[in-house]
Nanobody, 129 residues
């Protein structure tokens, strides 16, 4: 079972970046997927999530209208993407992808790190002002 995040880097404020996550080793097409981020000295925070059938997406308020989560279940390995635009310094963090085996019960449940069963190693996004 492996979640591999990639695509992080250095970007100027106002710019765009897409991070990706490859999920392999299980039937990840059956899992809900999410992105969290963790800034230095802070706790891991929810960013966005997408249901297993791609029908529902969820975002934290600070990224609504700027970030888009998507997934590709068609491949033998599931891919999850986070397209980020209008980036600002507050977006600087390590971005982690995560997978949830169970059901998305409600909004607080979706936003809680403990909901997720599998985690990737993270990819660093640095926004320069």
């Amino acid at each position: 079972v492996q979640l591999q995040a990639s695509g992080g880097g250095l970007v100027q404020a106002g710019g765009s970046l897409r991070v990706s996550c490859t999920a392999s080793g299980r039937t990840f097409s059956m899992f809900h997927m999410a992105w969290f981020h963790q800034a230095p000295g802070k706790e891991r925070e929810f960013v966005a999530a997408i249901s297993r059938d791609e029908g529902d997406t969820y975002y934290t308020d600070s990224v609504k209208g700027r970030f888009t989560i998507s997934r590709d279940n068609a491949q033998s390995m599931v891919m999850v993407f986070l397209q980020m635009s209008s980036l600002n310094a507050e977006d600087t963090a390590v971005y982690y992808c995560a997978a949830c085996v169970g059901s998305f019960a409600n909004a607080p449940f979706i936003r809680r790190p403990g909901t997720y069963n599998y985690w990737g190693q993270g990819t660093l996004v640095t926004v320069s002002s």
